[in-house]
Structure formats: structure tokens, C-alpha cells
């Protein structure tokens, strides 16, 4: 007897709900590293649990997991399936009713340069996570350019001028370049008035090309008695009296408001740098779109308020 249209109906929602719980399985194995905590999880069998990963795979036609007898890990395509469908799959909860009406469900990536990320976005990600008990955050704090989707990165916080892209960006204050010394290394070696007179001086260098700084079209020759692809370690050594070094201004504010630094050569500071939000096209989850907009509101007072004159 052929199938109404009501049972072709009800076995379609039936199939499309099966893959829906497929994914289920998976991020629960992908999370924990185990298919014997994932059948725990659902209430299900080890085989189970294997088969709906087994299912899955036969459909995207690409291995997410490796598995042997005593360890389960994923693969860079499991990788990348895993960050969308932790995006993903909170969405749904909430459209069935999982989720309680405006409670925020799932994860969201995030990266940021270390230094900015250490002072400024952990604050934002601590109190998002406060007051959403149900939503997860990955920050990721590197300095150097992360691809969003080959990372599964939801909000990128970047600091420069952006080249031409097809990401979508939001504006939420400037930074500026900053060129430093301790009041001990000043007394001691003089005080530069122009950008020419840094050839005199033992310099602290962070940049791609150690021995020049640029002001604006200039290019300045440096004795970098330091070289470092550290930020922090820079900061460190201008305090200890080694040199002048060049620096973000959110790097140094406090340390600069509280005398320990000094600004230097100030009218010959390039224009200053944008921060932006960033997120790839189409519509955000909801995790991500409330970390951007407590991000724009957070980070915008915090730079406006930084005391680097």
C-alpha cells in the first residue's frame, strides 16, 4: 500500500530530525573524546552512538573523528564542522522550545591580540558569561591574523586598517602607536625632541624591520639594542631603563597615567588605528551577535577613557 501524504509527511520531519540528532551525538563525542561518555550523555548504547557518527560521516563524505581502542580525536574537517554546529544547533533548541525565552544557549569564538585581549576583551567575555548561564565563550588570543571560518571564529577584535574584504566590520574606538622610556632612562641618556634624534638612543624594537620606525612617510634608522616579538616583554624592558621602545597606547596607559612611563615625540605620531568587530556575512548567531554588542558598548567606553594624552 503506498504512503499518504501524511506518513511521507511525518517520515521526512522524522529523517531530517535523525540528522539533527546526528549532530547532537557528534558534538557530544567531539566535546568529551569519548563515545562511551556520549551514549552516557543520550541515554543510548556505545553502538549506537557509532553508528549515528558513522551515519553522519557516509553523509558529508569526510572522516570528523579518529578513533582507536583507547582514544577519540577529531579531525581538521571535524574541527571545522564541529565550530558551525555549536553555532548552529543552540538556534534550534530555542526554536523548539529548549531553551527559556531570551536565555542566550551555545558557545561563541572569539580572538583578539594578547596584550588587548588580556586587558580589555576578557573583561567583556567574564561578564557576557555572567550573565548568560547557558552560553559557553572559546577566546583565542593571538598576534597574528586568524582565518574566521577556517578557525570557526564567530567575532574577531582587529586593530589596523582592514584590506579589501567581504568580512563585516564594526567600529568601537582607536588606538594609537606610541614611542616611550622610563624617567630613570631619560635622566640618563636625554630626552629625544624628533624622530632624527632616536639615532642616538638604545631602542626596543617589536617591528617586521627592527632597525627603522616609520613616521608617517619617514623611515628612521634605530640602534635596537632589543629585539623582541613581544609586546609585553618591550613594556618590560622600557620600565627596567633600557631604552625607548614603540607601543600601543592601550598597552601603557596605566603605566603612563601613573608616571612610570613617559610619552615621547607625540607630534610625530602616525594617524591613529581603528578597532574594529569583525564577522563573516549573513546573520550571527545569537551568542555571537550578544558578544558584539556588548563588545561595541564595552570597548568603545574603554578606549574613549584611556588616559594617554
Not at 28 to 37: D, G, L, N, Q
Not at 76 to 87: F, V
Not at 256 to 276: D, F, I, K
Request: aromatic content about 4%.
Amino acid at each position: 500500500m503506498m504512503a499518504t501524504v501524511a506518513e511521507y509527511s511525518v517520515c521526512c520531519n522524522n529523517r531530517r530530525m535523525d540528522r539533527i540528532d546526528e549532530w547532537r551525538v557528534f558534538v557530544t563525542v567531539a566535546t568529551a573524546r569519548s563515545f562511551v561518555a556520549a551514549a552516557r550523555a543520550h541515554g543510548r548504547s556505545a553502538q549506537a552512538i557509532t553508528r549515528a557518527i558513522a551515519a553522519l560521516e557516509t553523509r558529508l563524505g569526510t572522516r570528523l573523528l579518529h578513533r582507536t581502542t583507547r582514544s577519540v580525536s577529531i579531525t581538521s574537517d571535524g574541527e571545522r564542522y564541529l565550530a558551525r554546529a555549536r553555532r548552529v544547533l543552540p538556534e534550534i533548541d530555542i526554536l523548539e522550545g529548549a531553551a527559556k525565552p531570551g536565555e542566550i544557549a551555545g558557545r561563541v569564538s572569539i580572538t583578539a591580540p594578547v596584550l588587548f585581549g588580556q586587558l580589555h576583551v576578557v573583561p567583556v567575555v567574564t561578564e557576557l558569561l555572567t550573565k548568560h548561564s547557558a552560553l559557553d565563550a572559546r577566546l583565542v588570543l593571538l598576534d597574528r591574523v586568524v582565518s574566521l571560518a577556517d578557525e570557526g571564529i564567530d567575532v574577531a577584535v582587529r586593530i589596523g586598517e582592514l584590506p579589501d574584504s567581504s568580512l563585516r566590520a564594526r567600529l568601537v574606538g582607536h588606538v594609537r602607536s606610541i614611542v616611550c622610556a622610563s624617567p630613570a632612562y631619560l635622566e640618563r641618556a636625554g630626552t629625544p625632541r624628533t624622530p632624527d634624534a632616536l639615532a642616538k638612543h638604545a631602542c626596543i624594537s617589536t617591528s617586521a624591520i627592527p632597525d627603522r620606525w616609520s613616521f608617517g612617510r619617514r623611515s628612521i634608522v634605530i640602534r635596537a639594542r632589543l629585539v623582541t616579538n613581544s609586546n609585553q616583554s618591550a613594556i618590560d624592558a622600557a620600565l627596567a631603563g633600557l631604552g625607548v621602545a614603540r607601543v600601543m597606547s592601550y598597552q601603557i596607559a596605566s603605566l603612563v597615567a601613573s608616571g612610570q612611563l613617559r610619552v615621547l615625540l607625540a607630534a610625530h605620531e602616525p594617524p591613529p588605528l581603528p578597532v574594529q568587530l569583525l564577522h563573516l556575512p549573513g546573520i550571527q548567531s545569537r551568542p555571537a551577535e550578544a558578544f558584539a554588542a556588548l563588545a561595541t558598548s564595552r570597548l568603545t567606553a574603554r578606549l574613549r577613557a584611556l588616559p594617554v594624552k
